[in-house]
Antibody
Framework: QVQLVQSGAEVKKPGASLRVSCKAS????????IHWVRQAPGQGLEWMGV????????TYAHNFQGKFTMTTDTSTTTVFLEVGSLGSDDTAVYYC???????????WGQGTLVTVSS | EIVMTQSPATLSVSLGERATLSCRAS??????LAWYQQKPGQPPRLLIY???TRAAAFPARFSGSGSGTEFTLTISSLQSEDFAVYYC??????????FGQGTKLEIK
């Protein structure tokens, strides 16, 4: 079955950088896109961006351009989200989710809690 | 960017009663609208896609309707496990997806 397994919770200091992983299994990795979604504590879902694992092409939401980078490693069927220069407002749960081209995300990772605190 | 607006922010409904949640898009998204259910501490679960097609894991008391800019999620007879936060998401503007801010469905 389709599984997206994310890396574990992280605690980081302001100004540090972070990498969250999302390992995919149970389907052809390069046939589906991976989205990243952020959820701050007590808040709603924010779509951050999407990567095409086959080509490595990325699109970011306006609010997530600059210090957010999505990459992929097809040899390990893993997608990564890198965040640079963390601030307290980056404290959130980060989810990865899979979708077909032009379609809705249908499977989600379990989420990775990132806490930024001095 | 297409802005999705959900109403109400919180909806209080009694067990066994009907719940109606709304989602409005700032421009037409055709039928490219999904609904997700999220419970505390869990990732969202796909509930409805194509505005009205129910995902297999959900019972028939859940239904979606609408097209263009106005959409509705209806739960016909609320069960205790249905109390959660519901989000709509447009996927018409590939690849720039956007979510609504969510409706919290709580027990009255």
């Amino acid at each position: 079955q389709v599984q997206l397994v994310q890396s574990g919770a992280e605690v980081k200091k302001p100004g540090a950088s972070l990498r969250v992983s999302c390992k995919a299994s149970g389907y052809t990795f390069t046939s589906f896109y991976i989205h990243w979604v952020r959820q701050a504590p007590g808040q709603g879902l924010e779509w951050m961006g999407v990567i095409d694992p086959r080509r490595g092409a990325t699109t970011y939401a306006h609010n997530f351009q600059g210090k957010f980078t999505m990459t992929t490693d097809t040899s390990t069927t893993t997608v990564f989200l890198e965040v640079g220069s963390l601030g307290s407002d980056d404290t959130a749960v980060y989810y990865c989710a899979r979708s077909d081209y032009l379609k809705y995300p249908d499977s989600w990772g379990q989420g990775t809690l990132v806490t930024v605190s001095s | 960017e297409i802005v999705m607006t959900q109403s109400p922010a919180t909806l209080s409904v009694s067990l066994g009663e009907r719940a109606t949640l709304s989602c409005r898009a700032s421009e037409s998204v055709s039928s490219n609208l999904a609904w997700y259910q999220q419970k505390p501490g869990q990732p969202p679960r796909l509930l409805i896609y194509g505005a009205s097609t129910r995902a297999a894991a959900f019972p028939a008391r859940f239904s979606g309707s609408g097209s263009g800019t106005e959409f509705t999620l209806t739960i016909s007879s609320l069960q205790s496990e249905d109390f959660a936060v519901y989000y709509c998401q447009q996927y018409n503007d590939w690849p720039l997806y956007t979510f609504g801010q969510g409706t919290k469905l709580e027990i009255k």
